[in-house]
């Protein structure tokens, strides 16, 4: 949108979780100097998916990568809770794809296998946006770099 600027916060990794024991696991490429194994596209395809509602940005993203790469989930179950999605996928109920930074974030009794998927568009741009005609005060500025510096913290596993 014309109307607006934006000014990047951070990157981040977006994620496929996969249960331990899983068989997915065995397919995962690592490579050095990377930070999570690759999995391939096809190899999501036939799999039970737990997925967040419509509205929610990390659907969005989601369906586009499905959409563009042909994956075809088995089963998708809605829920909204990002964080009630990891705890089932740790539980083995399936797979989900996940912002790296509430994999970061989430505390959950058992562990979940996280993997970067080899397609395009993978890493996530987290903006804070406004309107371009406006003027940004400054207690906004001190606001955007406290997030940008938070993102990074929560990134670099320091929180």
């Excluded at 496929?16 to 050095?32: C, I």
């Excluded at 790469?69 to 740790?90: F, H, K, M, N, Y």
């Excluded at 997030?147 to 990134?155: N, T």
Aim: charged share 25%.
């Amino acid at each position: 949108d014309r109307t607006m600027e934006a000014r990047e916060l951070f990157q981040e990794e977006f994620l496929v979780a996969v249960p331990q024991g899983h068989p997915l696991n065995s397919r995962a490429v690592f490579v050095q100097g990377q930070a999570y194994g690759i999995l391939q596209p096809e190899d999501l395809d036939g799999q039970v998916f737990l997925v967040t509602t419509p509205d929610q940005s990390t659907r969005a993203l989601q369906d586009r990568i499905f959409q563009e790469q042909g994956i075809r989930p088995r089963q998708t179950i809605v829920i909204r809770s990002i964080e009630l999605i990891l705890q089932l996928v740790a539980e083995g109920v399936g797979l989900c794809m996940v912002r790296e930074a509430y994999t970061r974030t989430f505390r959950y009794s058992k562990a979940v296998n996280l993997y970067q998927l080899d397609v395009p568009g993978h890493r996530r741009r987290v903006l804070a946006a406004y309107h371009a005609r406006e003027r940004v005060p400054q207690y906004m500025e001190g606001m955007v770099e406290l997030l940008r510096q938070r993102g990074r913290e929560i990134l670099s596993g320091q929180l």
